[in-house]
């Protein structure tokens, strides 16, 4: 539903459609994202429950240049920097993007718990 809302928002809302744009490369989808706006997104799901982007190297750093850029990175319930791994390889989900937008991400998940119970069974 989130996603819908993205792609074919309601007329009273007054935003722009959003387009899928996948590059295949964390890097260079998040530089996308930097210079022309957005939200990459690596969501858990059921098969990877807990993400796939690995914390310490991938989720920390792109969310620190993110946040550095004036954005925001999250989980969809915590800020991706506030995660502490137990673990050299945990993973985890990942949003970044503009404040705007990640606050609608958070807000999303705020809303729809049964989805996020669902990838955590």
Known sequence: AYFDSLKFPSPESRKKPYSARYIGSMVADVHRTLLYGGIFAY??????????????YESFPMAFITEQAGGKATTGVQRVLDLVPKHIHDRCPIFLGGTDDIADVEAAFANNTNWLNETQK
Request: net charge positive.
């Open 43 to 56: 969501p858990s799901d059921r098969k990877s429950r807990s993400g796939k982007l690995r914390i310490l």
